[in-house]
């Protein structure tokens, strides 16, 4: 199984989790690029993402953050599911994009209200500066993902001190091991 890291705007730097999961384990954490992470523009976003899982053929779990999660959503929807060896996402504090003050989030909305066509897990944190409980959850339920409430983790990320967070690789397990079930059956 490989893992493809989407990060939020500005990217991931090195103390965010998912970098370090990229320094813990790189024989199966990779990061996709962006043409611009400053100044987000949702069509740019969804063709990098595309390019990257393009260049995978073996099974892959996404695992995104922030603004990353809402370019998944947009890129399952846009490409209905063209690569089929998307077996799972692990979405991270999705930003609310649709109440966001920068103006470049708004060319994310609206944000599909789609059911994601793999396994996906929506994480959320009661005293993220970014979105509500209530919204992300709300997403999950859209999007058709488990959704899983982490209590005051802030926007889950490296200004969170989480280190490699542990509980975040526990919960990209339980979704790799939903994942297996399913393709047992």
Not at 46 to 53: I, T
Request: aromatic content about 10%; proline content about 6%; overall charge negative.
């Amino acid at each position: 199984m490989k893992y493809l890291n989407i990060p939020g705007l500005n990217n991931s730097g090195p103390g965010h989790w998912q970098t370090i999961w990229e320094d813990i384990f790189p024989q199966v954490f990779n990061r996709m690029q962006q043409v611009n992470w400053s100044s987000p523009v949702k069509n740019e976003w969804v063709a990098a993402l595309h390019n990257a899982l393009a260049s995978f053929d073996a099974p892959i779990v996404l695992v995104a953050h922030s603004l990353g999660c809402i370019a998944v959503v947009h890129w399952a929807n846009e490409n209905k599911f063209a690569t089929s060896n998307i077996t799972g996402a692990l979405l991270v504090a999705p930003a609310d994009a649709e109440h966001a003050r920068s103006e470049s989030f708004k060319t994310f909305c609206p944000v599909p209200a789609i059911k994601l066509p793999f396994p996906s897990t929506v994480v959320a944190s009661t005293n993220d500066p970014y979105t509500t409980t209530e919204i992300s959850a709300k997403l999950a339920s859209c999007w058709g993902s488990k959704f899983i409430c982490v209590g005051d983790k802030g926007h889950i990320n490296a200004q969170s001190a989480l280190g490699d967070w542990k509980e975040g690789l526990s919960l990209l397990a339980g979704l790799t091991d939903t994942i297996a079930t399913i393709h047992t059956r």
